[in-house]
């Protein structure tokens, strides 16, 4: 009934079996993990590989800008095409929050990825910190598809992304008190939403500054609910469809 569509499952030191079981018992039912260097892609293969219901994308993340290769990115390629799981590419994108002096060199790694994403038909998982502007204008030039993750700009830009065909990634930030994530949701349709948790990090109310779990999703559905006045039943069964379309995770099973 939900899919958390972004989690680092490699980062959090967690019991993978046990996260499962919790997770299916709140009717989170498929996970799409993020394996944004190699460690956390090695390790995140290994996860799905061994269970059914959970999916990666995988891409290098700009604060990996420094030593990430061409090879690296043959390297990413190949997975892509050998791994059925592997249902897009990210995190990808600018972060000039934690990484500001090498901006051009992180708009060419960001723009070599957006490439392979056209190359091969993959969607995208963007990252986009102090970057806003700038994301929105290099992501205009691509016709790609793909989730602007945890989403925290202005409604006017939320319009903009949509109108390109992007969905925004929605997580714990909109549940902490007096985030302003809720007037951007109050305007989107529930069609251009999906929900994540990016665990471990950004844990959802009452579990703020807490080690996150995919498992919390339904508190975040519960918001959306609350907000646009609809059930959280509605709200799972359409962010669940977005996903779905969206991966096309029906193929890459
Ligand atoms: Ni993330």
Not at 26 to 44: A, H, Q, R
Request: net charge negative.
């Amino acid at each position: 009934m939900f899919i958390d569509t972004h989690c680092h499952l490699s980062k959090g030191d967690y019991d993978i079996d046990k996260l499962i079981d919790e997770c299916k018992n709140n009717g989170v039912d498929t996970l799409i993990i993020s394996g944004c260097d190699k460690k956390g892609i090695n390790e995140g293969l290994e996860i799905i590989e061994k269970y059914a219901n959970v999916y990666m994308t995988i891409g290098f993340h700009p604060s990996e800008v420094d030593t990430t290769t061409d090879e690296d990115l043959i390297w990413l390629e190949e997975l892509i095409k050998k791994h059925k799981k592997i249902v897009g590419i990210g995190e990808i994108g600018l972060d000039y929050y934690w990484v500001k002096d090498n901006k051009e060199k992180q708009r060419l790694l960001f723009e070599k990825q957006l490439k392979l994403a056209e190359k091969l038909n993959m969607p995208i998982v963007i990252h986009s910190r102090e970057a806003t502007q700038e994301t929105f204008d290099i992501l205009k030039k691509y016709s790609l598809k793909g989730i602007i993750h945890c989403y925290s700009g202005s409604k006017e830009m939320a319009r903009e992304y949509i109108k390109l065909g992007y969905y925004l990634g929605i997580g714990g930030v909109l549940t902490f008190k007096n985030s302003n994530l809720c007037d951007v949701v109050k305007e989107i349709p529930l069609e251009s939403i999906t929900l994540e948790t990016d665990s471990p990090y950004l844990a959802p109310t009452p579990h703020r500054g807490e080690k996150n779990s995919p498992e919390y999703i339904p508190l975040i559905a519960e918001k959306i609910a609350e907000i646009k006045e609809k059930t959280i039943e509605e709200v799972g069964l359409i962010t669940t469809n977005n996903a779905c379309t969206l991966f096309d995770l029906k193929s890459h099973m």
